[in-house]
């Protein structure tokens, strides 16, 4: 069995930093893409980046420049480093991870931007 655990949310102000971390345990053959998501209350969930396993990245446009996606293979963890937050990054942000062949999710983690 697959588990995907996810850190780092918490509340910040407008213009801070956050680092959000997810590792994947469990029964791992192969991880292809990771990526993080986001779904704000009373929204649909978003992608917010994604990363290939060589590396490749993509971004959505509210958040190119601000954020960083990266990957650890050896640790099969994903990390986004979100700087310059806005009130509109407020969300419940959640990790995906293709892992054997198969999409996995985390439980998802809480980042309020506020001041």
């Known amino acids: 069995q697959v588990q995907l655990v996810e850190s780092g949310g918490g509340l910040v102000h407008p213009g801070g930093s956050l680092r959000l971390s997810c590792a994947a345990s469990?029964?791992?053959?192969?991880?292809?893409?990771m990526g993080w998501y986001r779904q704000a209350p009373g929204k649909e969930r978003e992608l917010v980046a994604r990363?290939?396993?060589?590396?490749?990245?993509n971004y959505a446009n509210a958040v190119k420049g601000r954020f960083t996606i990266s990957r650890d293979n050896a640790k099969n963890g994903v990390y986004l480093q979100m700087n310059s937050l806005k009130p509109e990054d407020t969300a419940v942000y959640y990790c995906?991870?293709?892992?054997?062949?198969?999409?996995?999710w985390g439980k998802g983690t809480l980042v309020t931007v506020s001041s």
């Open positions: 995906n991870q293709e892992i054997n062949a198969i999409d996995y």
């Open positions: 469990g029964t791992i053959f192969t991880i292809n893409d």
């Open positions: 990363i290939t396993r060589a590396g490749i990245t």
